[in-house]
């Protein structure tokens, strides 16, 4: 396989402001320390959103789908939609990964695989592709607001999702001031 090949992954990426791919040396070390200015920090930040989004093994989503793999909530027979049900975004937003942590190198094969034109990284009859600690907090820790709302996990859900959007914040702002200190 051509690794050069610009894949839709790569296209859609080159077009978004909001994705970005974080340095190369973010986490390498030099004598023991972080050769990025922020590298420590950062990392601490990273491991932050990890932790969180291992919380939601324990969730119950309460998603369910028919024998064909639809979402019997928001199941629609409009073509229009593609069946995608809450995942109808995923190809025009990159799924939500703009709100997400910065893209680390090693991860970029797995987005760039499971990516594809029009459903993103939906598959039909199974959902999302993606391993759960690569989707964005957006997706990680969605369920239907409106559908359970007396549901007790909810405020475990939007508080986990509101420190994992302010931990990939922190850290694009992190990156962002340690480049500029380069130049
Ligand atoms: S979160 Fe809601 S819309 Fe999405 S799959 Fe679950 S039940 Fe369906
Ligand atoms: S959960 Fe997965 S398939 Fe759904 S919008 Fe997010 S990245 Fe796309």
Redesign the pocket.
Known sequence: MNMDKITEFDSRVERSISIIVAPKDMFELKNRNFKFKQGRSIYALYELVKSHIKITELID?K??FDESGL?S??RTDDSSNNKM??CIGCYDSIGYLGRGLPLLVENLPIYRKSFRKNIGFWRPETGCSLPRELRSPVCAF???WK?NEDDKDMNILRTARDVCTFAANEIRRLIEESNENKT
């Open positions: 989503f998603c369910d979402c909530e928001r049900c809450c969605y369920k239907c559908l």
